[in-house]
């Protein structure tokens, strides 16, 4: 430990000899899961999924503008 220049003095008076105080507590740590859930990535699942809907979706009303002027 580095030396800070403090010395300890006796005293009857508390305002006149400071007390310093450490308190330690415990770390809390959070619940941890027994089972690793499967992750998707979003990426290459969700986004060709969507892009499935989309195309369906304008082939339909490309179909639905045709026969319906």
């Known amino acids: 430990m580095s030396d800070t220049g ?3 003095q006796e005293g009857s008076d508390a305002q006149e000899v400071p007390v310093r105080l450490l308190v330690v507590q415990e770390d ?3 619940g941890v899961r027994l089972h690793d859930e499967e992750m998707v990535m979003t990426y290459p ?3 060709v999924k969507e892009l499935i809907a989309f195309v369906g979706l304008s082939i339909l009303l490309v179909n639905i ?3 319906f002027n």
């Open 6 to 8: 403090y010395k300890l």
């Open 28 to 30: 809390e740590r959070p």
């Open 45 to 47: 699942h969700l986004m």
């Open 65 to 67: 503008s045709l026969l």
